[in-house]
């Protein structure tokens, strides 16, 4: 089935989300569906929630460490031939950022088009001197919402971290450019305790997608529309299926969260939950905890260590419940963990920057792959697998009794956590 695919934004900004398809209801759908995320019904209860169509004909690629997310990103900027769309919330200049700037560099010199785009809060400790290099060698580089922009937009953050190769091939996930990922670039800046992280390669019709969600916020920070026009999209073509699932403030957040508790409500055997920053709304919780109990194994992988050590005690302040629930948790304690991801089913996988967080559904642009695929699902679930050898898992009766300081800055900063 061919269909034309016009470059407009989904959802649209000015779409008031019905009622039938709000995140209660839309989970309450998918949880009657005979065939749960399996059901052909699925995929179009998801496209209806978000206006976006699971693009089909893709090939996907998982990364779980950043020397190997980095080496394909680094390939994709080399063999571009007409453009480099980079987006990223934090553009570090240590000799991470410098081996991405002169890939990027040497793009531009034969002749590419690259544009950078990095969110100005985000990025902050980068120096000038870094960007201005970058734009002698060619590089479109701007910053999105710069510190000293106009103040009521200083909650509002570029936290997506997307890269489009001649839109073809797209990567996104929680990985920033940055050292912390483990590094191949310089002996002296490797690291032997790497933040643990998750970013994905599709190439395929989905790319172009999320060039146009790389123009969102490119336009936002003053760049000239990239020239993105409707193309025609096989509909039914062999491979993985991806839907982009993209937000900002005031377009897509009720969206996001009615697709993944759809997901959470669709499982019918398991959902595995990698989380860096879980300090949900108490409804986001309610239906993980729904979930395991009508008997899915509902397990999720929760930082023990952490560069926010008080968005981690907001999610403490959710443990008891989920616990009484059955859900299983684990926290991660070989590095710091700042994955974002779900696995259900063996079929569906999402992976992106979006943590189950107030600012993530409310402050902030997102982007994920939504991604129907039996191997990428499978590859989710062994990685898991792997994860939970390098934690300690949280059982209920030593949990409530934890000192009571612990209890009392776990209540505290859950009353935070829209805040946090």
Not at 135 to 160: C, N, S, T, Y
Not at 178 to 188: K, L, N, Q, T
Not at 250 to 270: D, F, K, N
Not at 299 to 312: C, E, K, N, S, Y
Request: with cysteine.
């Amino acid at each position: 089935m061919r269909s034309l695919w016009r470059p407009i934004l989904r959802p649209r900004a000015d779409r008031k989300l019905p009622d039938s398809l709000q995140p209660r209801a839309a989970s309450a759908a998918a949880a009657a569906l005979p065939g749960g995320v399996a059901d052909p019904a699925f995929l179009e209860l998801l496209s209806r929630i978000d206006e976006s169509p699971f693009h089909a004909g893709n090939r996907v690629e998982v990364f779980f460490r950043g020397e190997d997310a980095f080496d394909a990103m680094l390939e994709a900027v080399r063999s571009a031939r007409e453009e480099v769309l980079l987006e990223s919330y934090i553009f570090k200049d240590d000799a991470t950022g410098e081996v991405f700037a002169r890939a990027l560099g040497e793009a531009a010199a034969r002749g590419v088009g690259v544009r950078v785009l990095a969110d100005g809060f985000g990025s902050f400790e980068t120096r000038r001197r870094f960007w201005a290099g970058l734009r002698e060698k060619g590089v479109d580089a701007r910053l999105f919402h710069p510190i000293g922009f106009p103040p009521r937009w200083l909650a509002f953050r570029d936290h997506r971290k997307i890269l489009v190769t001649d839109r073809r091939v797209a990567f996104t996930g929680g990985m920033n450019i940055g050292a912390e990922y483990g590094s191949w670039a310089s002996a002296a800046d490797a690291r032997t305790d790497a933040w643990r992280d998750t970013h994905a390669r599709v190439e395929g019709p989905a790319a172009w997608e999320m060039a146009l969600v790389f123009e969102e916020g490119w336009r936002r920070a003053g760049g000239h529309p990239i020239g993105l026009e409707s193309r025609e999209e096989d509909f039914s073509a062999p491979g993985a299926k991806v839907m982009v699932l993209d937000s900002r403030p005031g377009r897509g957040a009720v969206e996001s969260a009615a697709v993944l508790a759809s997901i959470v409500a669709g499982a019918r055997s398991r959902v595995w939950i990698t989380m860096a920053y879980f300090a949900p709304r108490t409804r986001a919780a309610r239906y993980i905890a729904r979930a395991s109990r009508r008997g899915v194994d509902v397990r999720m992988i929760l930082p023990a260590r952490t560069d926010v050590w008080l968005v981690r005690h907001a999610g403490h302040g959710f443990y008891s419940g989920l616990l009484a629930a059955g859900v299983r948790i684990f926290e991660y304690r070989a590095a710091v963990l700042h994955a974002k991801t779900m696995v259900a089913d063996g079929l569906f996988s999402v992976i992106g920057s979006s943590n189950y967080d107030f600012r993530s559904f409310e402050l902030n642009a997102e982007c994920n792959f939504v991604i129907r695929d039996a191997s990428t699902a499978a590859a989710m679930a062994a990685r898991f697998e792997t994860d939970l050898g390098a934690c300690e898992e949280v059982r209920r009766s030593p949990w409530k009794k934890r000192p009571g300081w612990h209890r009392i800055l776990d209540a505290g900063a859950r009353k935070l956590a829209p805040l946090l």
